[in-house]
C-alpha cells in the first residue's frame, strides 16, 4: 500500500562507485521528483518529469543521470560518487502542477566512504 | 530568484501555542505550503494557501499575506509529537516548489 517507495533505504559505498536509486509510486501521478537533503535538512530539487518528460533540470553534476522508464517510475543513476554527495535523497510525486501537494517516500539515506 | 527565510530552531510547552513565521521573496508566486517532516522521516503536507487570509485545520492553522511576503503556521494544543521540523514551501509556477531551510521546533513537557 505504500504511495512512493524508494529502494534501497540505506546505501553505503566508497568513493568512485557508481550507484542507482528506485523509485516508484502507485498514486496514479503525472510528475515525480528527486530531492537531496544535506545535513543542514535543506530539501534541494535536483530533477523533474512529469509523463516521463524531463522539466526541471537544476544545476547538478552530470554524475547524476535520472531516468524515468514509465510515469510510475523515476530513478536515479550516480557514477564516480563523491564525498559530497553524502546525503538522504528523497523521490516525490504529485497529480501534475506545482499547485499540488506533493507525496514524499521514505528517503535513501546515502554515505560515501 | 526566490529567497525563503524561517527561524532555525524554536521551543515551546505541551500544550502551548506556537508560531512558526515565513518571509519569502519571489519573481512568481502561485501559493504557499506548509510540511510537517519528523527526524528520519519524509515530508508530509500540512497546507496550501493561494490567497490572503487565514486557513484552519483542526490544530493547525496558516495564514499568508502576498503584499508582505508572508507567512506563518499556528500550532494550538502542541503535543510532543509535534516535535518536527516544518518547511514553508513557494510554489513559483509551472511544476517547481521551492523548500525553505525549515524550522526545528522542540516541545517540551
Known amino acids: 500500500d505504500t504511495a512512493v517507495s524508494q529502494t534501497p533505504k540505506y546505501l553505503v559505498t566508497q568513493m568512485g562507485n557508481d550507484k542507482s536509486i528506485k523509485c516508484e509510486q502507485n498514486?496514479?501521478?503525472?510528475?515525480m521528483y528527486w530531492y537531496k537533503q544535506d545535513s543542514k535538512k535543506f530539501l534541494k530539487i535536483m530533477f523533474s518529469?512529469?509523463?516521463?518528460?524531463?522539466?526541471i533540470n537544476e544545476t547538478v553534476p552530470n554524475r547524476f543521470s535520472p531516468k524515468s522508464p514509465d510515469k510510475a517510475h523515476l530513478n536515479l543513476h550516480i557514477n564516480s560518487l563523491e564525498l559530497g554527495d553524502s546525503a538522504v535523497y528523497f523521490c516525490?510525486?504529485?497529480?501534475?502542477?506545482?499547485?499540488?501537494?506533493?507525496?514524499f517516500g521514505d528517503g535513501t539515506r546515502l554515505s560515501i566512504l | 530568484g526566490q529567497n525563503i527565510d524561517q527561524p532555525t530552531e524554536m521551543t515551546a510547552t505541551e500544550g502551548a501555542i506556537v508560531q512558526i513565521n515565513c518571509t519569502y521573496q519571489?519573481?512568481?508566486?502561485?501559493?504557499l505550503f506548509w510540511y510537517q517532516q519528523h527526524a528520519g522521516e519524509a515530508p508530509t503536507f500540512l497546507s496550501y494557501?493561494?490567497?490572503?487570509g487565514l486557513e484552519e485545520k483542526g490544530r493547525f492553522s496558516s495564514f499568508l499575506s502576498r503584499s508582505k511576503g508572508y507567512s506563518y503556521l499556528l500550532l494550538k494544543e502542541l503535543q510532543m509529537k509535534d516535535s518536527a521540523s516544518y518547511l514553508c514551501?513557494?510554489?513559483?509556477?509551472?511544476?517547481?516548489?521551492?523548500f525553505g531551510a525549515g524550522t526545528r521546533l522542540f516541545v517540551k513537557a
Open positions: 519571489t519573481s512568481g508566486f502561485n501559493g
Open positions: 514551501a513557494l510554489n513559483t509556477g509551472g511544476f517547481k516548489t521551492i
Open positions: 494557501n493561494v490567497l490572503d
Open positions: 518529469y512529469n509523463n516521463k518528460e524531463l522539466i
Open positions: 516525490a510525486s504529485s497529480p501534475g502542477l506545482s499547485n499540488q501537494p506533493q507525496h
Open positions: 498514486l496514479g501521478h503525472d510528475t
